[in-house]
């Protein structure tokens, strides 16, 4: 949360990426930072995920992270807030 203000106090826009289980703690760390940044949230969890489950996460989760630096391109550096969490990938 911390990179992703820095980023966005010099201009340049970010995305934060979180696992699902995180959406709360987000929230908090990014009232108590004053700043509102866009983030994707993936399916939780991470740690015992396959390879090939991770890649199908940072697959799905791409479209969204790039949808919102497009946004902030746009508008001049800020990105738009969070989304929901992606779906898990079928087993």
Known sequence: ????????????P???VASSEFVQAAAVQAQSLGV?????????????RSDD??????????????QRLVAAAAEGGTTPPATPPAAPPAA
Not at 36 to 46: K, S, T
Request: charged letters at 20%; hydrophobic letters at 50%; aromatic letters at 2%.
């Open 1 to 12: 949360m911390h990179d992703i203000a820095d980023l966005e106090s010099r201009g340049l």
């Open 14 to 16: 970010g995305v934060g």
């Open 36 to 48: 509102d940044p866009a983030m994707v949230f993936v399916a939780h969890p991470i740690q015992d």
């Open 53 to 66: 489950e991770l890649r199908a996460l940072a697959d799905a989760a791409l479209p969204g992270i790039v």
